[in-house]
């Protein structure tokens, strides 16, 4: 919905009436029509059915059929000129709507908006105008250093060689063109920054022509300020004109006096010491920081001797602690070392018990585990595991806590049988090969009698048996 607050109530009374007469041009019909439905079934009698034989009963129910079929057609016909009127009626407050829509008032939102975009340009320029502004002063000073640093060199100028006046002419003169160039580049700037607020003023006048704009007094009132501030700004863009102007007249009025001094100056014909005189000038310069970096060390060296003596008289002047003789210590023999640790129970500072084959001391009172320490490192358990056949490792857990282990390989004689070829021997196997006892010396996969070092004949084979002799007459 609209707010329709702000049209005046003679509009609103006219667009009453109009709505009113239109409904009622619409209704007039249908009250004429519903005046003569009433009218017929007024004059229309009642019919008593039961004195009717039965034949004509038959007609009456169908008469009152037709009657209520064209009833019912007429009631169709009645709902649809509603239906018509209300889409009419609902026609006519579009209409309504849609010139409300046309005649309202633009929003407060766009002109807020608008006015907003305004003042932040306004501000944007004003910021720039203050930096410009500043800017304009750092080179009128740093003009004016010049000038005064130009009048310091013309009167404490001791020209002493034709090298050193032209090399102080030509500073001068970068110096004057450098200044020059700036002062060309601050003019563009500047020409830039009017160019812009001159820019920024038509598109604002521009902006206020195509403005139509409400007579609302909020609305006049920021747009007055606006116009003021513009006024303003135009009228500080003309003193920064101005000021420029006098800045450019200052900075010509300056490059003809230094060009007048610079024609006036007459350089005298002296010889070449330049060269001499700046070495003696570095030697002299060397000289100096040299003997002050001596006076700093001369400095320090006396306030530590200062600071030394004033320790030496606090020494002598403080007296000397006499010390005291402690507790005296006691016997080894009458230390009681516990057996056994009971963690159940609380032990006090310095108890001394065996524990997991060491020596613990309690470092402070003691709650289950807590404030005892090793101080004899002992074996608690010691467990034997092996390897392979010739090799075992020994694992040592330590009263503290610490595990140790040790693998040793011991090469043990081990008989492998019969030699077969294919396989790999190691060092302490024995086999048989040939009848006789061979010992491996090395890992080898070669024959016992192949010759080498990896095989040693143990034991030789021995010779044969003699046949056993048949004795006569003994049985087979």
């Known amino acids: 919905m609209r707010d329709v607050t702000g049209i ?13 007469q239109h ?26 059915v039961t004195s009717f034989p039965v034949k004509d009963h038959s007609e009456t129910i169908e008469s009152l059929r037709r009657e209520q079929e064209q009833h019912t057609r007429e009631a169709g016909e009645d709902r649809r000129a509603i239906d018509r009127l209300q889409n009419s009626i609902d026609a006519l407050g579009e209409r309504v709507n849609e010139r409300f829509q046309a005649l309202t008032i633009p929003t407060v939102k766009d002109y807020s908006e608008t006015i907003e975009g305004l003042r932040r340009e306004q501000e944007q320029h004003a910021s720039g105008a203050v930096e410009d502004r500043r800017a304009i002063d750092r080179l009128q000073t740093g003009i004016d250093a010049l000038g005064e640093r130009v009048n310091e060199r013309f009167q404490a100028l001791t020209i002493p060689t034709v090298k050193d006046y032209s ?21 563009r700037a500047i020409d830039r920054l009017q160019n812009g607020i001159d820019a920024l003023g038509e598109r604002v006048n521009e902006r206020f022509q195509a403005l139509t704009i409400p007579t609302v007094k909020d609305y006049s009132e920021a747009i007055e300020g606006l116009r003021r501030e513009q006024e303003q700004h ?25 060009n007048e001094r610079f024609q006036a100056l007459t350089i005298p014909t002296v010889k070449d010491y330049s060269e001499a005189i700046e070495g003696l000038r570095r030697e002299h310069e060397q000289h100096a920081s040299g003997a002050a970096e001596d006076r700093r ?14 320790r ?44 997991q084959g060491g020596i613990w001391r309690a470092h402070a009172n003691t709650h289950g585990g807590h404030g005892w320490s090793c101080v004899v490192d002992g074996i608690a358990s010691t467990h034997v595991s092996m390897e392979s056949e010739r090799s075992f490792t020994v694992h040592i857990e330590r009263a503290s806590g610490a595990h140790e282990s040790a693998s040793f390989a011991v090469p043990v004689m081990i008989y492998r049988g019969v030699y077969r070829g294919g396989e790999t021997y190691r060092r302490g196997d024995v086999v048989t090969w040939a009848g ?41």
Not at 297 to 310: I, K, N, P, V, Y
Not at 318 to 345: N, S, W
Request: net charge negative.
């Open 234 to 258: 135009a009228s500080g863009a003309v003193e920064d004109r101005r000021a420029i102007d006098r800045l450019q007249n200052g900075i010509d009025a300056l490059g003809e006096r230094v």
């Open 312 to 355: 030496l008289k606090t020494l002598e002047t403080c007296e000397m602690p006499i010390p005291k003789d402690g507790e005296p210590g006691r016997d080894a023999f009458e230390i009681d070392v516990l057996p056994v640790i009971d963690f159940g129970r609380d032990y006090p500072r310095g108890t001394l018990a065996q524990h």
């Open 436 to 476: 006789s006892l061979w010992h491996c010396n090395a890992t080898t996969d070669t024959k016992p009698d192949a010759g080498g070092d990896a095989w040693t004949l143990a034991a030789k084979r021995g010779r044969d048996g003699k046949d056993r002799m048949r004795v006569v007459g003994e049985a087979a």
């Open 23 to 48: 409904v009622q041009s619409c209704c007039a019909a249908l009250v004429t029509r519903l005046d003569a439905l009433e009218k017929l079934c007024a004059r229309e009698p009642v019919v008593n």
């Open 167 to 187: 090399e102080a002419i030509e500073g001068l003169r970068r110096e004057h063109e450098q200044h020059a160039s700036g002062a060309a580049e601050d003019r």
């Open 297 to 310: 060390a001369l400095d320090r060296l006396q306030h530590s001797f200062a600071a030394l003596g004033e």
């Open 8 to 20: 005046p109530d003679a509009l609103l009374d006219v667009i009453a009436r109009v709505i009113r």
